[in-house]
T-cell receptor
Framework: NAGVTQTPKFQVLKTGQSMTLQCAQD?????MYWYRQDPGMGLRLIYY???????DKGEVPNGYNVSRLNKREFSLRLESAAPSQTSVYFC??????????????FGDGTRLSIL | AQSVAQPEDQVNVAEGNPLTVKCTYS??????LFWYVQYPNRGLQFLLK??????LVKGSYGFEAEFNKSQTSFHLKKPSALVSDSALYFC?????????????FGSGTRLQVQP
């Protein structure tokens, strides 16, 4: 049972390039999330999806788009990468769609550097 | 708006001594509270949660946390620290009543256990 799988694990981009970060979960969870982690700032929510076919903005959505492709997969796209988007990106999933009484399960992250 | 504060960037403790990692929160309504641990180059792992009921919550790896409503705190504790407990710890909060679908994380506290 793999849990939450993120690809790629590392990526270096040039300013202005685009890329898609992939996330898949095999726990049949309804809710999925994308966070970014920056030193001293904890995790900040970029986008989330409470169920297949729905997405909502989080705290820092600017410069990103998401797609909930099906129940398993939730991708994050950078259309025109900027140095400020250098970060570690985490995908998470959770059972349920409503209140947050179930813990989130995290992938091991994608380390993204933008030059 | 909900928020979480972890006032210590780093906590140092000797192996075998008790440890405390502090967390205070601010929400409108009754909180869901969580602790997560992050090891180097890994995603966050769930340790424990408070939803309702007993104020003392027991979790994984011998950790526990005490919910104090009057002080709006949820400090993480362990009676006897291990070197292997050295990691980054995050407190997170969500609100029970509104069904908000995402967590707010603190900035993290690095725990260093010396042999």
């Amino acid at each position: 049972n793999a849990g939450v799988t993120q690809t790629p694990k590392f990526q270096v981009l040039k300013t202005g390039q685009s890329m898609t970060l992939q996330c898949a979960q095999d726990m049949n969870h309804n809710s999925m999330y994308w966070y970014r982690q920056d030193p001293g700032m904890g995790l900040r929510l970029i986008y989330y999806s409470a169920s297949e076919g729905t997405t909502d903005k989080g705290e820092v959505p600017n410069g990103y788009n998401v797609s909930r492709l099906n129940k398993r997969e939730f991708s994050l796209r950078l259309e025109s990468a900027a140095p400020s988007q250098t970060s570690v990106y985490f995908c998470a999933s959770r059972a349920g769609t409503g209140g947050q009484n179930q813990p989130q399960h995290f992938g091991d992250g994608t380390r993204l550097s933008i030059l | 708006a909900q928020s979480v504060a972890q006032p210590e960037d780093q906590v140092n403790v000797a192996e075998g001594n008790p440890l405390t990692v502090k967390c205070t929160y601010s929400v409108s309504g009754n909180p869901y509270l969580f602790w997560y641990v992050q090891y180097p180059n890994r995603g966050l792992q769930f340790l424990l949660k408070y939803i309702t009921g007993d104020n003392l919550v027991k979790g994984s790896y011998g950790f526990e946390a005490e919910f104090n409503k009057s002080q709006t705190s949820f400090h993480l504790k362990k009676p006897s620290a291990l070197v292997s407990d050295s990691a980054l710890y995050f407190c997170a909060v969500s609100v029970m009543d509104t069904g908000r679908r995402a967590l707010t994380f603190g900035s993290g506290t690095r725990l260093q256990v010396q042999p």
